[in-house]
Protein backbone atom coordinates (compact mmCIF):
# COMPACT_ATOMS: atom_id res chain seq x y z
CA UNK A 1 0.00 0.00 0.00
CA UNK A 2 1.19 3.58 -0.71
CA UNK A 3 2.33 5.61 1.70
CA UNK A 4 0.24 8.73 2.27
CA UNK A 5 2.25 11.62 2.24
CA UNK A 6 1.62 14.53 4.36
CA UNK A 7 3.41 18.26 4.32
CA UNK A 8 3.93 19.95 7.71
CA UNK A 9 4.05 23.35 7.25
CA UNK A 10 5.04 25.97 10.49
CA UNK A 11 7.49 28.16 11.09
CA UNK A 12 9.07 26.82 13.81
CA UNK A 13 11.57 24.04 13.58
CA UNK A 14 10.78 21.81 16.64
CA UNK A 15 7.21 21.70 15.70
CA UNK A 16 7.60 20.27 12.46
CA UNK A 17 10.29 18.10 13.82
CA UNK A 18 7.86 16.73 17.03
CA UNK A 19 4.72 16.39 14.00
CA UNK A 20 7.18 14.56 11.46
CA UNK A 21 8.58 12.10 14.00
CA UNK A 22 4.63 11.05 15.27
CA UNK A 23 3.51 10.88 11.73
CA UNK A 24 6.28 8.92 10.65
CA UNK A 25 6.57 6.55 13.80
CA UNK A 26 2.61 5.80 12.30
CA UNK A 27 3.71 4.72 9.20
CA UNK A 28 2.89 8.19 7.07
CA UNK A 29 5.57 9.78 4.53
CA UNK A 30 5.78 13.38 5.13
CA UNK A 31 7.69 16.34 4.00
CA UNK A 32 8.95 19.52 6.26
CA UNK A 33 8.73 23.04 4.84
CA UNK A 34 9.56 26.19 7.19
CA UNK A 35 6.57 28.81 5.89
CA UNK A 36 4.34 29.35 3.19
CA UNK A 37 6.81 29.82 0.26
CA UNK A 38 8.49 26.72 1.10
CA UNK A 39 5.28 24.88 1.03
CA UNK A 40 4.71 26.27 -2.40
CA UNK A 41 7.92 24.91 -3.44
CA UNK A 42 7.27 21.44 -1.61
CA UNK A 43 3.47 20.77 -3.23
CA UNK A 44 5.11 21.49 -6.68
CA UNK A 45 8.19 18.76 -6.29
CA UNK A 46 6.06 16.44 -4.16
CA UNK A 47 2.57 16.70 -4.32
CA UNK A 48 1.16 15.59 -0.83
CA UNK A 49 -2.00 14.05 0.05
CA UNK A 50 -2.83 16.57 2.77
CA UNK A 51 -1.43 19.71 4.23
CA UNK A 52 -0.72 20.65 7.69
CA UNK A 53 -0.50 23.90 8.04
CA UNK A 54 -0.14 26.60 10.97
CA UNK A 55 -2.53 29.48 10.68
CA UNK A 56 0.02 31.95 12.05
CA UNK A 57 3.46 32.66 10.23
CA UNK A 58 5.35 35.20 9.56
CA UNK A 59 5.54 36.14 6.07
CA UNK A 60 2.76 34.46 4.25
CA UNK A 61 -0.26 32.90 6.77
CA UNK A 62 -1.88 29.65 6.42
CA UNK A 63 -4.97 30.99 5.16
CA UNK A 64 -3.06 32.84 2.46
CA UNK A 65 -1.10 29.57 1.62
CA UNK A 66 -4.59 28.10 0.99
CA UNK A 67 -5.71 30.32 -1.05
CA UNK A 68 -2.84 29.80 -2.86
CA UNK A 69 -2.92 26.21 -3.46
CA UNK A 70 -6.73 26.12 -3.69
CA UNK A 71 -6.35 22.22 -4.61
CA UNK A 72 -4.26 21.54 -1.86
CA UNK A 73 -6.84 19.51 1.17
CA UNK A 74 -5.62 21.25 4.18
CA UNK A 75 -5.60 20.52 8.24
CA UNK A 76 -5.21 23.63 9.81
CA UNK A 77 -3.21 24.16 13.05
CA UNK A 78 -3.43 26.88 15.73
CA UNK A 79 -2.02 28.24 19.47
CA UNK A 80 -5.22 30.56 19.48
CA UNK A 81 -8.73 29.11 20.60
CA UNK A 82 -10.30 27.13 18.03
CA UNK A 83 -13.66 29.21 18.30
CA UNK A 84 -11.44 32.42 17.20
CA UNK A 85 -10.37 30.74 13.74
CA UNK A 86 -12.95 30.36 11.35
CA UNK A 87 -11.64 28.02 8.98
CA UNK A 88 -15.34 26.77 7.79
CA UNK A 89 -15.11 28.86 4.03
CA UNK A 90 -12.01 27.52 3.17
CA UNK A 91 -13.34 24.57 1.34
CA UNK A 92 -10.42 22.80 1.04
CA UNK A 93 -10.03 22.73 4.65
CA UNK A 94 -10.43 19.06 6.24
CA UNK A 95 -10.86 21.08 9.77
CA UNK A 96 -8.65 22.65 12.77
CA UNK A 97 -6.60 21.40 15.65
CA UNK A 98 -5.06 23.25 18.36
CA UNK A 99 -1.59 23.28 19.42
CA UNK A 100 -0.21 21.91 21.17
CA UNK A 101 -0.93 19.37 19.18
CA UNK A 102 -3.00 16.14 20.57
CA UNK A 103 -1.16 13.90 18.62
CA UNK A 104 -4.21 11.11 19.31
CA UNK A 105 -6.38 12.86 18.19
CA UNK A 106 -4.61 13.95 15.18
CA UNK A 107 -3.66 10.01 14.28
CA UNK A 108 -7.42 9.80 14.70
CA UNK A 109 -8.39 12.40 12.34
CA UNK A 110 -5.77 11.07 9.93
CA UNK A 111 -6.59 7.63 9.66
CA UNK A 112 -10.52 8.92 9.91
CA UNK A 113 -9.32 10.74 6.57
CA UNK A 114 -7.59 8.16 4.58
CA UNK A 115 -9.89 5.37 5.91
CA UNK A 116 -7.00 3.24 7.60
CA UNK A 117 -7.82 0.98 10.69
CA UNK A 118 -6.21 0.99 13.23
CA UNK A 119 -3.59 -1.79 13.53
CA UNK A 120 -4.87 -2.65 17.46
CA UNK A 121 -8.21 -3.65 16.11
Not at 52 to 75: A, F, H, R
Amino acid sequence: MKKIKILIVDDRSSILDSISQYLEFHGFKTIKALGGEEAIKSVNKESPDLMIVDITMPGMSGLELCKKLPKQKILFMTAFDEHDTDVEGYKNSIGLIKKPIDFTKLITLLRKRFKISDPKE
